[in-house]
């Protein structure tokens, strides 16, 4: 009698899931965590995540809604009130014109781009995304089927790619264009003339559509928040994505959405009742305090990563073999250290940003994250989301390290 094979679980997983992870963010905070947990004294600055408590209005709106026993489902695409506040909100500060029944709310921005993604690109559509980009664009195309197609820049362009480079790299497959600005990694922000640019090429050609990711338009620094989908003839062509995590620090209570045309909106509600259905329902009702209620501790919280952005700035600018771009927007900073890369100190051979970044972990107690995660080869990423007595470690740290190799 033949042996009967020895069950392996793992012999049934399908390429996917290899690529379903934030790859180096994920890696490199979990090291500084097991790092910690061996007693050694690391700053992290890894997580893109407010430091900052969500503020006391919303908290107390969702525990009005609990006790007023809005503990239940949700209908799919979110309550009528917050759908409605969120176009009121979209209207007045986007000027995007888009009716309540076309905004769906889903469980975190993150999932809203994957149901947007999911509703319209099928296998062998091309994705064009602009480099340097938030790591889960990519990954979530792949899920789907597309192709991306990745285009790169550099500080010399202020990490925007430019609209000639756009137009060249458009093809009969291509279907979507991704733009996140404010920009994470980068903290790049699109002025109006260079979004038109990006709209008359999308207009230019029928099929193609923008997904725009506008999660940090709370946090500007310089310039001005533009949406593109508020250019003529881009309501149509625009899947706008927003939420609740970085401006309003609400980044554990899971609340993100799409604001699209019909046909798409209705789509992506589709894709969300098979996936999770409605975002929690308490949570709705505090968002709706979020958009109505006063905004000083947004306010607040912008400033302190306006100050944390110059003081990163001051310090990064001072340190021998990084070059820094300027930082608009956002609370990233993405400087290059290409200068740095292939340099040796003692045994580590520093000839690539992983393992730069593992050096500074390991010898120097400070956790950064490669830039190759985000389409950025010569870079490293620092998320000044810390507070100031930590990002004033940290930096001292990289300075002594950096400058102290031959």
Known sequence: MTPMKKFDPASLLVARTAAADEGAIIRMAQKSRD????????????VGEPDFDTPDNIQQAATRAMKAGFTHYSPVAGIPELRAAVSKKL???????????????????????????????????????????????ETTVRFAGGTPVVLHSGISEGYKVPASRIAAAVTPRTKLLILNSPCNPSGAVWSPAELEE?????????????????????????????????????????????????????????????AAVEPISKAIARIQSTITTGANQFVQRA?????????????????RYKARRDMVMAALKKIEGVAISPIPATFYALPDVSAV?????????????????????????????????????????LSFAASEADLEKALGRIATALNGIS
């Open 91 to 137: 209207k007045a500060e986007n000027n995007l014109d888009y009716a309540a029944s076309e905004i769906v709310l889903a469980n975190g921005a993150k999932q809203a781009i994957a149901n947007a993604v999911l509703s319209i690109i099928d296998e062998g559509d091309e994705v064009i995304m602009l480099a340097p980009f938030w790591v889960s664009y």
């Open 287 to 303: 968002a709706i305090e979020a958009l109505e209620g006063p905004r000083g501790a947004v306010e607040a919280m912008r400033l």
């Open 198 to 258: 990006i709209a008359a090429i999308v207009l230019a050609h029928p099929q193609m559509m923008v997904l725009s990711d506008e999660i940090y338009e709370y946090i500007i620094f310089e310039g001005t928040m533009k949406s593109i989908g508020a250019l003529p003839g881009m309501r149509e062509r625009t899947i706008t994505v927003n939420g609740f995590s970085k401006g309003f620090a609400m980044t554990g209570w899971r609340l993100g959405y799409t």
């Open 341 to 381: 890369l292939g340099k040796k100190s003692g045994n580590h051979v520093l000839d690539t940003p992983e393992a730069l970044c593992d050096w500074l972990l390991e010898s120097h107690g400070v956790a950064t994250v490669p830039g190759t995660a985000f389409g950025a080869a010569t870079s490293i990423r």
């Open 35 to 46: 790092l910690r947990a061996l007693g050694h004294d690391v700053v992290s600055l890894t």
